[in-house]
């Protein structure tokens, strides 16, 4: 990449530095995000034109990009300029100025407005470290988000976004003025600590000390409140410690779920080096992590800055049949996972030394895991380590290799220019989930088909699940559109109407808090949806819908009706929808069909013949014996058998 004026054309802060960190030029962002006239800032060193507490961090960026010729990423907070400071993903790179021929560093802030959550991730895992809690708050929105830390500390918060008014109702009413205050007066300096006493949901009063500090997230973006949070109280309590266990799981999927979101969306290599870099060591417990792609047959090696400088330079450049880790696990496709000293010199005893090698044991370790797609050429691998005796599991290890099969997929197709498109399809499968072997009383089939033979990216979703109160749940939906971003609102709505479930078992009330949740992410989408309560042991069926297809109901005698549910419109469109249902009996041998508008809408086909097709074959499937299987195979063959528009789901529930 060349260096010229062009690199500082941006809206966004961007500078050229020597290698030794002086500013050569910058542009007007860049100044006024360092509070400075661009006069002053030339010919200084970067580093120290930046607060104290942020000075090691940015001399290390630049150290990293001047030494090793390699990307390198970090959060970095600007002073602000009269107000809160700006916590902004900084890109550090070497490149080349035409003029001179000499290499300078290209420090430039990166977009990450539609990812403010790796943002947060350094403010996690310093908190997460310091065995601290961590609290977001929006004063627009009054509303708290959880944004993880010490195990025993989330076991008090099981609720990742709660109201101001709900955390106020749990505080000691003498304590009550003291928190608003604390949150009214929140500055751009650390606050003084401010002492509460907590009532949780479970156990008795816990004694609280919390500081905090106004941020303003991204350059141009959002001002957010951080509150630390630390627990006083010294006695823990066995649910606490339960508590804590699920919640501190429920963050990890929400980790996965992000990652796995993201890596969708990134369309260029650029873009898929920031969600590795910015999520792989905080989803897995780690202290650093490194991408290498293959280039030519060598190794190109970006780094999250966690991971020392000579670890980088010994592994950039590397020819793929080097006999080292890194290089095996690409070249091989399997995993690698070097827990100590001993391992490494019995299974690489003539290989290259292995960076911090003598540090590998008891507070070290190394996780290697390979980018690749079954049938195809290495493309690349991560490199985890590991500090404080911190050891993955099996599982880690398994989900790690997972998440590097998605990255391998998204960076062959961002290659090809068609990631958004095929990615999207093959994480669409996988959110579809796989109906539980065994409900009790019901027996349930679902099928799935894209449009077009499936060189088209669809919404629909199905989903089947047992509740808390021993009822089955069952819901089938269409998010609006047939792209990329479908796709991803399909996996978020039923992601979200499974985690609403697990504490709102009425059909309306999960669609009420699922579109007032999808109104405030202001996604630009809509989703239709239909979902169940079903009781097994007498039949009685409580059902809602937002803006969707009818249920049709078959029974053994051959005949069928069309069940019209209330609710209200599709989801993520109006605000304040409160949504109504109805309550029906489904007697034994009797079958539901939830389909959606593909089955029954297509060319030449209005909706009204399609229920009135789609019935009849379910009910003359219904009476001549056929099981559920075989009655959602005969709905859906004869669904695609029209040139059909639309992706098509059908979800057959029978009653034993």
């Given amino acids: 990449m060349d260096a010229s004026d062009e690199l500082l054309r941006r809206t966004d802060p961007a500078a050229l530095l020597t290698l030794d960190g002086a500013i050569r030029s910058l542009n007007a962002a860049m100044a006024a995000a360092l509070g400075r006239s661009a006069e002053h800032c030339l010919g200084r060193d970067f580093a120290d034109l930046w607060p104290a507490s942020q000075r090691m961090s940015a001399d290390c960026l630049v150290v990293h990009a001047a030494g090793t010729k390699t990307v390198a990423m970090r959060v970095l907070d600007f002073p602000g300029r009269g107000g809160a400071p700006v916590a902004c993903l900084i890109e550090a790179r070497q490149v080349k100025d035409p003029a001179s021929d000499a290499q300078l560093i290209w420090i430039h802030a990166l977009d990450a407005g539609n990812d403010l959550a790796s943002l947060l991730i350094p403010f996690r895992m310093a908190t997460t470290a310091a065995h601290l809690g961590?609290?977001?708050?929006?004063?627009?929105?009054?509303?708290?988000?959880?944004?993880?830390?010490?195990?025993?500390?989330?076991?008090?918060?099981?609720?990742p976004t709660v109201s101001l008014s709900g955390v106020i109702s749990a505080v000691h009413p003498d304590d009550r003025e003291a928190l608003r205050q604390f949150l009214?007066?929140?500055?751009?300096?650390?606050?003084?600590?401010?002492?509460?006493?907590?009532?949780?949901?479970?156990?008795?009063?816990?004694?609280?000390?919390?500081?905090?500090?106004?941020?303003?997230?991204?350059?141009?973006?959002?001002?957010r409140i951080f509150a630390v949070v630390r627990d006083d109280t010294k006695q823990a309590k066995r649910k606490e410690k339960a508590q804590a266990a699920l919640t501190a799981e429920r963050q990890r999927a929400k980790d996965i779920a992000d990652f796995s979101s993201a890596l969708i969306t990134a369309a260029t290599e650029q873009e898929l080096q920031q969600v590795v870099l910015t999520r792989l060591a905080a989803t897995f417990g780690a202290s650093g992590a490194l991408l290498a792609l293959v280039d030519e047959g060598r190794l190109r090696v970006s780094t999250d800055a966690g991971i020392a400088m000579g670890e980088v330079d010994v592994l950039h450049g590397l020819p793929l049949d080097h006999p080292s880790p890194l290089p095996e696990a690409i070249r091989t496709g399997k995993s690698q996972f070097i827990p100590d000293r001993k391992d490494y010199i019995h299974r690489w005893p003539h290989g290259a030394e292995f960076p911090r090698l003598g540090r590998l044991g008891s507070d070290y370790a190394t996780s290697i895991t390979p980018l690749s797609e079954a049938g195809n050429q290495a493309l690349g691998g991560w490199l985890v380590t590991y500090g404080s005796g911190h050891r993955p599991s099996l599982d880690e290890r398994t989900l790690m290799g997972t998440l590097a099969d998605l990255t391998g997929q998204a960076l062959r197709r961002v290659s090809l220019q068609q990631a958004r498109v095929e990615l999207a399809t093959a994480l669409q499968k996988t959110m579809l989930p796989t109906l539980p072997e065994h409900l009790p009383g019901l027996e349930?089939?679902?099928?799935?088909?894209?449009?077009?033979?499936?060189?088209?990216?669809?919404?629909?979703?199905?989903?089947?699940?047992?509740?808390?109160?021993?009822?089955?749940?069952?819901?089938?939906?269409?998010?609006?559109?047939?792209?990329?971003?479908?796709?991803?609102?399909?996996?978020?709505?039923?992601?979200?109407?499974?985690?609403?479930?697990?504490?709102?078992?009425?059909?309306?009330?999960?669609?009420?808090?699922?579109?007032?949740?999808?109104?405030?992410?202001?996604?630009?989408?809509?989703?239709?949806?239909?979902?169940?309560?079903?009781?097994?042991?007498?039949?009685?069926v409580t059902g809602a819908s937002a803006g969707h297809v009818p249920v049709l109901y078959a029974r053994d005698?051959?005949?069928?009706?069309?069940?019209?549910?209330?609710?209200?419109?599709?989801?993520?469109?109006?605000?304040?929808?409160?949504?109504?249902?109805?309550?029906?009996?489904?007697?034994?041998?009797?079958?539901?069909?939830?389909?959606?508008?593909?089955?029954?809408?297509?060319?030449?086909?209005?909706?009204?013949?399609?229920?009135?097709?789609?019935?009849?074959?379910?009910?003359?499937?219904?009476?001549?014996?056929?099981?559920?299987?075989?009655?959602?195979?005969?709905?859906?063959?004869?669904?695609?058998?029209?040139?059909?528009?639309?992706?098509?789901?059908?979800?057959?529930?029978?009653?034993?």
Wanted: charge should be negative; include cysteine.
């Fill in 184 to 223: 009214r007066s929140a500055s751009t300096q650390q606050s003084p600590w401010v002492r509460l006493r907590y009532l949780p949901q479970h156990g008795g009063w816990h004694q609280l000390s919390a500081q905090a500090r106004r941020i303003q997230l991204g350059y141009g973006g959002p001002e």
């Fill in 444 to 540: 349930v089939a679902a099928r799935y088909r894209p449009s077009c033979d499936g060189l088209d990216i669809g919404g629909d979703w199905y989903d089947a699940f047992v509740m808390p109160d021993g009822a089955i749940a069952l819901e089938i939906g269409d998010a609006q559109g047939h792209d990329v971003d479908a796709a991803a609102l399909m996996g978020q709505v039923r992601l979200s109407m499974r985690a609403i479930a697990a504490q709102e078992t009425d059909p309306a009330t999960v669609l009420t808090c699922t579109n007032k949740l999808l109104v405030t992410m202001d996604t630009a989408r809509f989703a239709s949806c239909t979902m169940l309560h079903i009781d097994p042991r007498d039949g009685q």
């Fill in 557 to 656: 005698d051959g005949s069928h009706s069309i069940r019209e549910l209330p609710g209200g419109p599709v989801l993520g469109v109006v605000a304040d929808i409160e949504y109504r249902e109805k309550t029906f009996t489904l007697d034994e041998g009797s079958v539901l069909v939830m389909v959606t508008d593909g089955v029954v809408e297509g060319p030449g086909l209005t909706m009204e013949a399609g229920l009135e097709r789609a019935g009849t074959l379910a009910a003359q499937a219904v009476h001549d014996g056929l099981n559920t299987e075989e009655t959602a195979d005969r709905i859906l063959d004869a669904a695609v058998a029209v040139d059909h528009l639309d992706d098509v789901a059908v979800l057959v529930i029978r009653r034993t």
């Fill in 134 to 159: 961590l609290w977001m708050y929006s004063p627009h929105e009054h509303q708290l988000e959880w944004l993880g830390g010490a195990p025993a500390l989330e076991a008090l918060f099981p609720d």
